[in-house]
């Protein structure tokens, strides 16, 4: 056994059960210690250390112990040099298995059961169906303990009577005490029991919902105000769900804190619906809703966080209806920007001066609506200035000829304002003349929902030693990233993730983050803003990011990546004729550049463009949606996605699928077949008939097995193939005659039947 | 080759002819040749006569169970070896198995007065008169059975304990049923609570005296190939550590080279068996292979060697070699000189006061393999027959050759046009020893995992080897995989029963295999088989699949994904076929499953590996894993013969 050294572990015990030189089976025993809490495993009978499984020196990545604290033991033996092996275990986990009593490694813990009962327990109603509580049962050695629910009056007494549970509830035909019995029993026949005890009586008031206050009228495009409640005659929980609809329609409103927005003028039917642990009961009225001249902006684009000056944004999708007719009747919306700067062409907005600035939506009377971002001067269309993209307070960026620096003298975040493909990849270097902090900070979030991402903590190493990482808090383990660099030079580090796998890698630290403690789902929009922060400032921080995503980030003034295309979802690439093909939507990044120009084209093995089951001929259309069509020809469909970004770069993604014919012929026997004979007479062979979906010309084969099991070919091959309609057996027995019949593309119809000869 | 091409004309048109079906797609064709009576022949040689197999067996009057009990006892020699108490135990515990009754095993000395089954040479045989006469000793050889019912007694014995080991199996095949398939795949009667003793008079010798272990299946299992009368390497003296190739090991290069170059090759890949004409040279080299196994002789109670060339196809080019090779169109000559030689020396030594406590029946046997495959033989056209060279050329009596034509092709069998050149080396052999031991292929070695054809051929085959008085057979497979798919089960149960006896009806074998091995999925899981062996036929007939080693299976054309997956299919609806069984019969669900999820495999391969673009990289990933998971659990560990099932995971990038 080796950790750390070119001797390793010493561990001498005989694998021959050999005792030579005096030696006795105690001596040669294999010892193997493990003690949990320290995470260390030794060996032999003197506990000499093997490894620590938590020392950074020799992991890179930690171990944080088994989840439960159990864990299965397991021997195998391998490479045999004779037919078995036997292995004598004297002793497991502090049991001394020589003393013959087994007892203490037999499963003698019930299993658990987990009932999910309410703070307080309803009381059943005579007569009305009663839900069991739900439970969970659980055993450290049974996966599938047997579980069962039974539920009694006058439970443990001579005249117990049972009740039967159906769908889930019992219905209680008297006043009293009912017990429901949760009981589970695991493979070693360890029973566990719990009871509930549900006292049930008559409903001593009926259930009820009481409106309250009176009926308003209302206009529509507003919110209308409906009527209280009170609720009477309840039995545990209790809630209730109020809905509006629009009489005549299949409009239906949720009613939320009294109110709902009408859309539409007319007469709604507003129900409250009351449901308690037992049953439920309805109220409702009507109210009318009268055409108001209103006009209600209810949706706007999201902007980005920070917009680049001189980028041009398409901030269509904002949305405004107006109600004046009694319906919702959609109407233009139009912006203004606090940017006077900037320049506004239909839904077209490209900001241009540098600082925090609001964007306005207005439509007609209705209530403008506000949003701000921060405009960012990078030298877009011009020369760019890369250092420009990390933004924050109080940090200062510069640029060399090899990469970006970030710095700072106080705790400092910064964000780099453009959001980048998810599978990203990040190299940088801590600068050795400003590491006077304690950690470096990243964050990964979705630019389109915040509370997705992570975090990823680099701690300051001792010199000479790794550096320890943590993600979300949870300590992932070390890498040889460095504060002090080598002779003054940093010494980079790469940061990537694959969204496939969801796998982190930092330096030669590898984390999956799809399992516990992170459970990290992925990026869903396919893009990841990424921020920074330099905490435990105490001097200067710095660090030089040399690129992101391939973008090398330097001095250079112009853009030299292209755009990253990336599919959000898989693609399947071999079909059949008639199968539907999904086009997943894809998404085009640029680390520089928010405006890539992104199109797809599906194209079908005569080049020709291809319609979707929609209607829309996908000849360089959005490739934001998701598409489909039916393949309806052999042959190789293409789908190509085109992205350019602002600097005329370009990047293409060819995607082949393969349309086969997946169908076997069909051979159909044209009069039957003959299946008894004699030896030495001829004996026919059954007519055939051939089809194929594709191919015009299906060339079939004819095969005879003996009573000897041989099989023969049941022709003649030249140029062409000569068949014989008949065969003379030369013994008795049961000879098979086989037809094998394929088309062009290799798909084989093989069928069979068996003549008995005398 | 007139006989081959004889047997040829007979195959066209024994069985086929009348006109010209009129197929879909074909237009007219060549006029058919009726058929006469004498083109009725078979294919290929039937049967052969020259085996033993006198099983009488009628069922008795004596209770050998009543009322669920037994009076028998087991008997054994005072003093017997191992094979023999393993009859025993094997006897009481089958018979424990079919009716939940423990017969006692006892030695002569302890035998009560009662009813028993005599197992091996005990005391109670010779006292009732039971032997095992010289003429009928020597039709059973080493490893014929003999079984006799005398008095209400059974005597069970063979001419060696192995012999009595098989016999015991005899006896329980013909008394209770008993038969193996596998495993766990053993058929014998249940529930048994009364049963009569089968009168039986049986002597039975296998037509292949030694059938080599050469599956997985057996080398990890001792007690699966002793209940298949398969043997393992124990028959031949080990020379190092293994008895093939090991001309090296009696005659280190590290050792001697440099102090007998004569003894190299010139490219030191082989021994120079001529020394480079240097006799008393030859003489030094022949002493000292023949002291090797003189020592190992002492040290090893067995009765074969080899003196077996190194692994490669190259031969020395020494004037002397050459010179042989040219007058006897064989390199094979230099070889049967110097093995006569070593036997001459080791006859020597038997005579000695030293060696005569040693002495045995020793057999010598080289490779007939690569450069020495053709033997030394003249053939006579209008006779049709092979005669020695000259009489230099012939082995000693108890010399002979192990025959490894390594280059044939096994989809066809010997007779076929195909392999005439090693019929006619295999005919020509027969004129110069009288020991031939046979050692075949019958997979892809490069390629475990794909299904190769020998239906066709390994009954011909077997008789063939059986008529030219083969000994001991090696039918080559995946020796060193734990299990293997592709029907390889199915293979070795047909070569436990054809090397035994090589008339058995095979078709009849094949479904009695299916049915005992699949149980309940047997019907889908033949459809599979059948479909898998006329395709074989048909890759054969239109793309020219054959051979042995010139075949690189591993192309889209030759697999169609639709007929995988069908396959598949078919492995699908077997487990479903299996599934009321799991109530039922757990432990034989587990059983068939586990069978038919093996078969599984072959087609689960192939797609995955040929036909990766049917999936998204997401799904072609997970099935690979899932693949994986079942060839582990399986415990298919081999990709090919020299490459571990890891380096598939490899190349798949998992």
């Known amino acids: 056994m080796h950790s750390g050294d070119t001797w390793g572990t010493p561990s001498t015990f005989s694998l021959y059960g050999d005792c030579a030189n005096g030696q006795t089976y105690a001596t040669q025993a294999y010892y193997l210690w493990f003690d949990y809490t320290s995470k260390t495993l030794y060996t032999g009978a003197n506990m000499t250390e093997v490894v620590r499984f938590d020392d950074p020196v020799v992991f890179s990545q930690f171990w944080n112990g088994f989840e439960n604290g159990t864990a299965y033991l397991s021997i195998t033996c391998g490479s045999y040099n004779s037919s078995s092996t036997t292995l004598v275990f004297t002793n497991i986990a502090n049991i001394d298995l020589t003393q013959g009593d087994t007892e203490e490694v037999r499963d003698t813990q019930a299993p658990a059961i987990d009932i999910d009962l309410p703070a307080e327990i309803p009381q059943a109603v005579v007569g009305q169906p009663y839900r069991l509580f739900g439970a969970t049962v659980s055993d450290d050695e049974d996966s599938d303990p047997d579980f069962s629910c039974r539920v009694w009056y006058g439970y443990g007494s001579s005249l117990a009577s049972e009740f039967d549970v159906i769908d889930g509830a019992f219905t209680p035909d008297r006043a009293g005490d009912y017990v429901i019995e949760y009981s589970a029993k695991d493979n070693f026949g360890n029973v566990a029991t719990q009871t509930v005890t549900v006292r049930a009586a008559a409903r001593s008031e009926a259930l009820a919902v009481t ?73 409702s009225y009507d109210l009318t809703v009268e055409a108001g001249n209103i006009v209600r902006i209810t949706e706007v684009p999201a902007l980005p966080d920070y917009l680049i000056a001189g980028c041009t944004y398409d901030l269509s999708g904002a949305v405004a209806y107006a109600y004046a007719s009694g319906s919702p009747v959609e109407t233009a919306v139009t912006f203004s920007s606090t940017d006077e700067q900037a320049t506004i062409s239909g839904s077209l907005f490209t900001p241009a001066t540098e600082g925090e600035i609001t964007v306005t939506f207005s439509a007609g009377t209705a209530e403008p609506v506000s949003v701000t971002a921060t405009v960012v001067e990078v030298g877009y269309g011009d020369s760019v200035h890369m250092e420009n993209y990390f933004y924050g307070a109080n940090i200062t960026s510069s640029a060399s000829s090899s990469s970006v620096a970030v710095q700072a003298s106080q ?102 983050l799809s399992v516990a403690p992170y459970s990290f789902g992925g990026f869903a929009s396919g893009r990841v803003s990424i921020g920074g922060a330099f905490a435990e400032v105490s001097g200067e921080a710095g660090i030089f990011v040399s690129s992101i995503n391939n973008q090398s980030l330097n001095s250079r003034d112009y853009d030299i990546a292209n755009p990253q295309i990336t599919l959000l979802g898989a693609m399947s690439r071999s079909f059949a004729p008639g199968d539907v093909v999904t086009v997943v939507p894809a998404i085009a990044t640029d680390v520089l550049d928010p405006h890539v120009s992104f199109t797809v084209t599906v194209t079908d093995p005569s080049n020709a463009i291809v319609t979707s089951q929609s209607g829309v001929a996908l000849d360089g259309v959005d490739p934001g949606m998701q598409y489909t069509f039916v393949v309806d020809r052999l042959g190789t ?44 007479q001829t004996i026919p062979v059954a007519e055939i008939e051939v089809t194929d979906d594709f191919t015009d010309d299906v060339v079939y084969y004819v095969y005879l097995t003996r009573p000897d099991g041989v099989m023969i070919p049941l022709y003649t091959m030249a140029e062409t193939v000569t068949y014989y309609n008949g065969f003379i057996p030369d013994v008795a027995g049961a000879w098979t005659v086989t037809y094998y019949a394929a088309d062009d593309a290799g798909n084989a119809a093989i069928v069979s039947y068996t003549v008995n000869v005398m | 080759m007139k006989n081959i091409r004889k047997i040829l004309v007979c195959i066209l048109a024994a069985l086929f002819l009348f006109g010209v079906v ?108 039971v032997s095992i006469s010289g003429d009928i000793a020597a039709r059973l ?122 003894w190299y090759s010139e490219d030191g890949t082989q021994l120079c068996y001529t020394a480079h004409g240097d006799s008393a040279s030859l003489t030094e080299m022949a002493e000292l292979v023949a002291e090797r196994i003189e020592s190992e002789i002492i040290a090893q109670d067995r009765s074969y060697v080899t003196i077996t060339m190194e692994d490669t196809s190259t031969w020395c080019t020494c004037a002397d070699c050459t010179a042989l090779n040219q007058q006897y169109g064989t390199d094979a000559v230099s070889v049967i000189r110097f093995c006569n030689q070593v036997s001459a020396l080791i006859d020597e030594w038997f005579a000695t006061p030293e060696g005569t406590p040693y002495e045995r029946d020793l057999k010598i046997v080289f490779f007939a393999y690569h450069a020495t495959e053709p033997a030394p033989v003249t053939y006579d056209e209008a006779t049709d027959t ?80 059986a008529e030219v008085g083969a000994e001991w057979l090696l039918d080559q497979s995946q020796y060193n995989s734990i299990q293997s798919t592709g029907f390889c089960a199915l293979k070795l149960y047909l070569n436990a029963k054809l090397h035994w006896n090589v008339n058995y009806d095979m078709e009849e074998l094949i479904d009695k295999f299916f049915t005992n091995y699949f149980g309940p999925a047997a019907t889908t899981m033949r459809r599979y088989f059948d479909e898998l062996r006329s395709h074989f036929l048909f890759m054969e007939e239109t793309m020219d699949y054959v051979g042995y080693q010139g075949i690189e299976p591993l192309e889209q054309r030759y697999w169609p994904a639709t007929l995988l997956e069908r396959w598949i299919s078919y492995c699908d609806q077997a487990e479903e076929d299996l599934a009321a069984l799991a109530e039922e019969d757990p432990t034989a669900y587990a059983m068939y499953l586990e069978n038919v999820q093996l078969e599984s495999l072959s087609p689960r391969y192939l797609l995955l590996d040929l036909w990766g673009n049917r999936f998204s990289e997401s799904e072609l990933t997970a099935l690979r894993n899932q693949f994986r998971n079942d060839c582990n659990a399986l415990e298919v560990n081999r990709y090919a013969e020299k490459q571990a099932i890891t380096e598939l995971w490899s190349s798949w990038g998992i």
């Not at chain 2, 037994?70 to 005072?78: K, M």
């Not at chain 2, 012939?394 to 490894?404: E, F, H, M, R, S």
């Open chain 1, 211 to 283: 409106l309250t206050g009176s009926a308003q009228a209302g206009l529509s495009g507003e919110n209308v105000q409906v009527r209280g409640y009170e609720v009477s005659g309840t039995v545990g929980e209790w809630n209730v769900a109020v809905t509006a609809s629009l009489q005549g329609s299949d409009v239906v409103y949720d009613v939320t804190d009294g109110v709902f927005l009408a859309e539409y003028a007319g007469t709604y039917t507003v129900t409250y619906t009351l449901s308690d642990y037992i049953s439920s009961v309805s109220e």
């Open chain 1, 411 to 512: 705790d400092a975040s910064f964000t780099f304002i453009n959001p980048v493909d998810a599978g990203f990849s990040i190299t940088a270097a801590v600068d050795p003349e400003r590491n006077a902090f304690g950690i470096l900070r990243m964050t990964f979030t979705d630019p389109e929902d915040a509370a997705c991402g992570f975090t990823l903590d680099i701690f300051r190493n001792e010199e000479g030693a790794n550096a320890i990482v943590e993600i979300d808090g949870n300590t992932a383990g070390s890498f040889s990233g460095s504060w002090y660099g080598n002779e003054g030079a940093p010494i980079s580090f790469t940061i990537s993730y694959n969204t496939s796998t969801k796998m982190l890698s930092i330096g030669s630290l590898t984390v999956d």
């Open chain 1, 637 to 680: 469909y293409s789908v190509l996605w085109e992205a350019e970004d602002g600097s005329g770069l370009s990047q293409s993604s060819y995607f082949t699928i393969s349309v086969t014919d997946n169908q076997a012929p069909e051979i159909r026997y044209v009069n039957g077949s003959v299946r008894t004979g004699s030896v030495g």
């Open chain 2, 22 to 129: 009129a197929g879909c797609s074909k237009e007219g064709g060549e006029t058919p040749v009726t058929p006469g009576s004498e083109n009725l022949a078979p294919a290929t040689p039937g049967a052969w006569e020259g085996g033993t197999h006198e099983i009488y067996v009628e069922e008795g009057s004596a209770d050998f169970i009543s009322n669920g009990r037994s009076d028998y006892v087991i008997v054994i020699p005072d003093e017997c070896g191992d094979l023999v108490e393993t009859a025993a135990s094997e006897i009481s515990v089958l018979i424990y198995e079919a009716s939940g009754i423990t017969l006692d095993v006892v030695t002569d000395a302890a035998l009560p007065n009662t009813n028993y089954i005599s197992v091996g040479n005990t005391q109670a045989a010779a006292s009732a008169g």
């Open chain 2, 141 to 262: 050889d080493d490893n014929g059975v003999y079984v006799q019912t005398k008095d209400d007694n059974v005597y069970i014995m063979g001419t060696t304990d192995t012999g009595t080991l098989y016999a015991a199996y005899t006896w329980l095949e013909y008394q209770l049923g008993f038969e193996v398939y596998g495993a766990d795949e053993v058929v014998i009667a249940t529930d048994v609570r009364d049963m009569k003793l089968n009168e039986m008079n049986i002597i039975d010798a296998p037509d292949i005296q030694y059938m080599q272990s050469t599956y997985g299946f057996t080398d990890y299992n001792t007690t699966l190939r002793q209940r298949m009368r398969i043997t393992d390497n124990t028959i031949w003296l080990t020379i190092g550590n293994s008895p093939w190739h090991n001309s090296f090991k009696y005659v280190d290069p590290d050792i001697y080279r440099s102090l007998h170059p004569e």
């Open chain 2, 386 to 465: 092979y005669a020695p060279i000259d009489d230099t050329v012939l082995c000693a009596d108890n010399v002979g050759i192990l025959y490894a034509p390594i280059l044939a092709t096994y989809q066809k069998d010997f007779y076929d046009e195909y392999n005439a050149p090693y019929y006619t080396a295999l005919r020509g052999w027969e004129t110069i020893t009288d020991n031939i031991y046979m050692w075949t292929y019958s997979t892809g070695f490069h390629y475990y995992l794909v299904p190769t054809n020998t239906y066709n051929s390994m009954q011909a085959n077997y008789r063939l080897w």
